[in-house]
């Protein structure tokens, strides 16, 4: 077992404490001692960094090659590229790319997160080619076909590599697909509650929570915490926005009654999530729950007294409440610390 030099210290005397105790015998000490080893540098989590930082660097450099005008106008000089031409070059790219990701897999397999790296590269150029592909074949940049071609490559790609990145940008860019404006013809389809932006994300955060409980195969176990946090985020989130907006998406009704059923179901929704985070051992999610009952609860109260009450006042009432919060929260704290404090007293300790 590998741990930091101030945990070894820590360990070592709590075995002693219970060799003397006769807890553990000497000789069960000495095991136990022999297999803490001190860890030295994090190279996992360095180089997760780094690729992270490669994978961003790669990013921006895509996004620069497609926006900036100077550049594209350059290269068409130097190549007199069609848009099918690029499309077909940065496909075959991106096919590389995977040939040889999966090919680095069978040489070294322990090492995951450079081939997770290679694969995401890879779908950044697919993706690039993607968007010169839809721009030939329309003769401009359609924004909904797009999306959802890359929502289909995306989780294409991370249900048969495993990859978590590709997973949350599959529901990045299902997010940004759901936001969309509709068009006159779409609206003239769905309902009227339908053309809501956050009333749509709210649906789509209860339908990735659904779609979360049927990843439970070897290759999307990997993805269910994901979707499960990444949907409580995005439906809260939602509900605050129309908890002040409403389905009309209106600022100027903040304030009204007519919202209050939406700041109700705001809060309902936030504890829920903290009562399931809490039943379900998920700090995560009962962190974003217990986030979001507090913003829904002072985002109504700036509303109701930011107007109405003299800033000391309010100052000071904002003040005690946080206050009672943290009393309460380092009391509940306390009582799930008592049973280890009366262990420890049993065994001895001060």
């Known amino acids: 077992m590998k741990i930091k030099a101030k945990e070894k210290r ?4 709590a075995l002693s404490e219970w060799a003397e105790s006769e807890f553990l015998s000497e000789q069960q000490r000495d095991q136990c001692e022999k297999s803490i080893e001190v860890a030295g540098f994090d190279w996992h989590r360095f180089a997760q960094y780094m690729l992270w930082a490669a994978l961003l660097s790669l990013a921006i450099s895509l996004v620069s ?6 550049l594209m106008a350059l290269i068409k000089r130097i190549f007199n590229a069609t848009e099918l031409s690029k499309a077909a070059v940065s496909g075959g790219f991106g096919l590389s790319l995977l040939m040889g990701a999966k090919y680095f897999a069978k040489l070294s397999p322990r090492q995951r997160l450079t081939f997770e790296t290679l694969i995401v590269i890879s779908a950044m150029f697919l993706s690039t080619s993607a968007y010169f592909g839809i721009q030939s074949f ?3 940049l359609m924004i909904r076909p797009y999306v959802l071609l890359l929502v289909l490559l995306y989780a294409a790609m991370s249900y048969v590599f495993g990859s978590q990145i590709l997973w949350s940008t599959t529901l990045v860019m299902l997010t940004v697909l759901f936001a969309l404006n509709l068009s006159d013809v779409e609206r003239g389809f769905l309902p009227s509650f339908a053309t809501s932006v956050a009333l749509r994300l709210v649906l789509l955060g209860g339908l990735v929570t659904v779609l979360s409980f049927w990843q439970t195969s070897h290759r999307t176990l990997g993805f269910q915490l994901i979707s499960r946090h990444f949907s409580a985020v995005l439906a809260l989130v939602a509900l605050w926005v129309m908890s002040f907006t409403g389905l009309s998406e209106d600022t100027s009704l903040f304030g009204t009654l007519e919202l209050w ?4 179901v705001a809060v309902g929704v936030a504890f829920m999530v903290l009562v399931a985070g809490l039943k379900c051992h ?7 729950g217990i986030l979001f009952v507090l913003l829904n609860i002072y985002t109504r109260f ?5 107007f ?17 919060i943290g009393h309460f929260s380092e009391r509940l704290w306390l009582i799930q610390s008592k049973p280890k404090a009366r262990a ?3 065994n001895g300790r001060p």
């Open 344 to 346: 420890e007293t049993t």
């Open 138 to 140: 329309y003769g401009e």
């Open 10 to 13: 820590l360990l070592k005397r």
């Open 261 to 264: 059923p939406w700041w109700v």
């Open 308 to 324: 109405h009450w003299s800033k000391t006042v309010f100052f000071a009432v904002l003040g005690l409440s946080l206050w009672a």
């Open 282 to 288: 998920d700090s995560v999610l009962s962190q974003v």
């Open 65 to 70: 090659l497609v926006l900036d005008d100077w």
């Open 302 to 306: 700036i509303e109701l007294a930011w």
